[in-house]
């Protein structure tokens, strides 16, 4: 069987780092670990956890580094995550969380921090190419070639953008990313745990990078 990896992945919104974390995810067979994901969940269940978190979001604010820690410490003692290793997307988010986490994971720590990068402007363009059915939530993206009314394949409902796919909104997240991101990128380069591998190009290629870079970290 092909060895396990322990990794993070950063990439701006629109970079192609859910997809290819799932690809990743098969290829080494460990668990993705998406904060996102998991804080969708707990406030879905109502756990206590989920509770406090949806309390904070509503309130406009970031789900804060002790409740984001202890969501991370309790799947990462799970069997797979402690046999196979991790792909963490979503955190660490601040150089606390990730101070954190490299006490979390001293017994198995960290292969690398992998930054898949594509460029601002391309990202840009692919998300405000983004378009979805009002109706069952399929995703289209504009090709130019669209007949108007644009109808829904599936269900033959209304294609349109989402409400925070403006150019205004999408800049704002990916500003916010940035500041978030860039003293991360600086946690991990200056130890040399950075790994940063071009996101442009076909899924596979890229996944080819990615695949060739981790491995050559581990
Ligand atoms: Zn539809």
């Excluded at 990794?7 to 997809?19: D, H, N």
């Excluded at 990128?185 to 591998?197: P, S």
Aim: glycine share 10%; hydrophobic share 35%.
């Amino acid at each position: 069987m092909i060895p396990g990896a322990r990794l993070i992945i950063l990439g701006r919104q629109g970079a192609g780092k859910g997809t290819q974390c799932v690809r990743l995810s098969r290829h080494y067979v460990v668990p993705h670990v998406s904060t996102g994901d998991m804080l969708r969940a707990a406030v879905r269940e109502k756990t206590e956890l989920g509770v406090t978190a949806k309390l904070v979001m509503d309130a406009g604010g970031l789900v804060g580094d002790d409740i984001m820690i202890g969501l991370v410490d309790e799947r990462l003692r799970h069997a797979d995550a402690t046999t196979r290793g991790y792909i963490l997307d979503g955190f660490p988010r601040t150089v606390a969380q990730a101070r954190a986490l490299d006490g979390l994971v001293e017994e198995r720590p960290l292969h690398c921090c992998v930054d898949l990068v594509v460029p601002r402007e391309v990202v840009l363009a692919r998300i405000l190419a983004r378009r979805v059915c009002r109706d069952c939530g399929t995703n289209y993206t504009v090709t130019g070639a669209e007949r108007q009314p644009w109808i829904c394949e599936v269900c033959g409902g209304d294609i349109m953008q989402r409400d925070d796919d403006t150019p205004d909104a999408v800049n704002r997240r990916l500003d916010l990313y940035e500041e978030q991101t860039s003293p991360l990128i600086e946690f991990y380069g200056q130890d040399g745990r950075l790994a940063q591998v071009d996101g442009v190009g076909h899924p596979d290629e890229v996944f080819q990078r990615l695949t060739s870079t981790i491995d050559g970290r581990r």
